[in-house]
Nanobody, 114 residues
Framework: QVQLVESGGGLVQPGGSLRLSCAAS????????MYWYRRAPGKERELVAS????????NYAASVKGRFTISRDNAKNTVYLQMNSLKPDDTAVYYC???????WGQGTQVTVSS
């Protein structure tokens, strides 16, 4: 069965960095486009970044472009989100998702505050 386990969140000051990880199992990870989403308090879930399976092509929401980097390691079945220059508006629960599956993990909380 599909499993996605996010980790790496925490409390960080504005301008700081965090690296999120998502360990995947139960499906052919290397064949799946992967996404990072986030849900801030009182807001809809937002697509943050995506990375394709074959060529590793990436796309980003305008709000994070130039600050966040999505990457993947198919040998480890893991997708990452490097987040730099964090802002209070980045505070949210972050989730990863495989395109083909309507499955959400528990997410990892990111809080940006001084």
């Amino acid at each position: 069965q599909v499993q996605l386990v996010e980790s790496g969140g925490g409390l960080v000051q504005p301008g700081g960095s965090l690296r999120l990880s998502c360990a995947a199992s139960g499906f052919t990870f290397s064949s799946s486009t992967m996404y990072w989403y986030r849900r801030a308090p009182g807001k809809e879930r937002e697509l943050v970044a995506s990375i394709s399976s074959t060529y590793g092509s990436t796309n980003y929401a305008a709000s994070v472009k130039g600050r966040f980097t999505i990457s993947r390691d198919n040998a480890k079945n893991t997708v990452y989100l490097q987040m730099n220059s964090l802002k209070p508006d980045d505070t949210a629960v972050y989730y990863c998702k495989a395109r083909e599956y309507n499955y959400w993990g528990q997410g990892t909380q990111v809080t940006v505050s001084s």
